[in-house]
């Protein structure tokens, strides 16, 4: 069984939130056996609207899949060696306000579809912008 449990790790600011323009890192720390042999991903969840499709890594690295509205802001990585998978987030916006959750999968195609299909979730972490 594997568990994945994320984190947000965010320069300080005024009043803790991460203001328009600012940068944040998200963790999701894996336990379990096969995380080197899974694909993972990001999905956000924002007030009254769906599970969406954020960005997916293959158990490598070497592929990777993104939102088209964050292409070239978010930074997906891995480092199997700390059973951990990265976001890097920059210039945030407020529509970028949601819950991440972590995903994950044996299956990469799962993340492919972009659908929130995946067998393994996160608890999920706040992520604010404030405008």
């Known amino acids: 069984q594997v568990q994945l449990v994320e984190s947000g790790e965010r320069r300080p600011s005024p009043g803790g939130l991460v203001q328009t323009g600012g940068s944040l890192r998200l963790s999701c720390a894996a336990s379990g056996p096969g995380f080197g042999s899974f694909a993972m991903g990001w999905f956000r969840q924002a007030p009254g609207k769906e599970r969406e499709f954020v960005a997916a890594?293959?158990?490598?690295?070497?592929?990777?899949y993104y939102l088209d509205s964050v292409k070239g802001r978010f930074t997906i990585s891995r480092d199997n060696s700390l059973n951990t998978m990265y976001l890097q987030m920059t210039n945030l916006k407020p529509e970028d306000t949601a819950v991440y959750y972590c995903?994950?999968?044996?299956?990469?195609?799962?993340?492919?579809?972009?659908?929130?299909?995946?067998?393994?979730w996160g608890q999920g972490t706040q992520v604010t912008v404030s405008s």
């Open positions: 995903a994950a999968d044996p299956r990469l195609w799962v993340f492919e579809t972009r659908k929130p299909i995946s067998e393994y």
């Open positions: 890594i293959s158990w490598s690295g070497q592929t990777n």
